[in-house]
């Protein structure tokens, strides 16, 4: 995930870190990642080279040269401004931002923008979910045309997010798997991957304590090696973002999680 190998980015957890994000392509490049998943704010999202002609450009040049691809996006822009808003204005500007995001995967070559409706977008009320299902009908085909994923990461359980899944047919909207949240929210990973294993296209990798906050990787309860087990059987071929714990500097607990993660996949 972008930023958790550099300092944070105005003393924030999780940012597009404006002015060093090419940075942090080498710094990924010697550690052996071959992908950065983007993170597009709300704030300064103006600054942001996934929205530019110029910055798009820029990102190219620095995956040539570093061989770490963008294959995905983090959209927590949708997090301050829903696509499911009831502020009629905010939807259809979020749309405009969504159908942008779009333009910038068939231009860069990324095929999953990860939707989060947690938190202050959070889906529970049906009729977030109805004007949530409304406009995903809308982006279908564009997002078919592009051959870009819309993966949804919410905090439903699983019944609930198969229902939701179940009004959305389309190849194109898909799941973003949070293994950290789940284990905040206290999920089976089993029911989980029964109910919508089978959709899931973009993985986040991350540990979390039951009800309370993100912590290294193996000191929570995620159960990440029998989630990864679980990945391996319905045989997930998707990005796998580290979106791990950071502290202060963020690459040295980086490197330490991705040696757990690493002896794991080799365990396995």
Known sequence: MQGRLLPKFQGKYQAHPIGTWQNEFKLAAQLGLDCIEFILDFDEAKFNPLLTDFGR?????????????????????????????????????????????????????????????????????S?????????????SESAAEFQINVALETDLGPKEFDQILSRLPY?????????????????????????????????????????????LLGTGDAKISTVLGLLSEI????PLIMQAFRGEHGLPETEQQLRYVKHLMLSA
């Not at 502020?87 to 779009?102: R, W």
């Not at 109805?130 to 406009?135: G, I, S, Y």
């Not at 293994?179 to 991350?206: C, Q, T, W």
């Open 57 to 125: 450009d820029e990102i190219k040049k620095v995956v040539a040269d570093t061989g770490v691809r963008v294959l995905s996006v983090c959209a927590d822009y949708f997090m301050t401004a829903p696509l499911h808003s009831n502020d009629a204005a905010i939807a259809e500007n979020s749309l405009k931002v969504l159908n942008s995001l779009l333009v910038a995967g068939s231009d860069l070559g990324f095929t999953e923008i990860v939707l989060p409706c947690v938190d202050s977008s959070s889906i529970h009320q």
């Open 171 to 215: 190849s194109v909207i898909t799941v973003n798997y949070d293994m950290g949240n789940s284990a905040s929210l206290g999920f089976n990973p089993r029911d989980e991957m029964n109910a919508y294993g089978h959709r899931i296209s973009d993985v986040h990798i991350k540990d979390r304590v039951r009800g309370g906050k993100s912590v």
């Open 235 to 238: 045989e997930f071929d998707g």
């Open 127 to 139: 009729e977030d979910q109805d004007r949530l299902v409304h406009v995903l009908h809308k982006v």
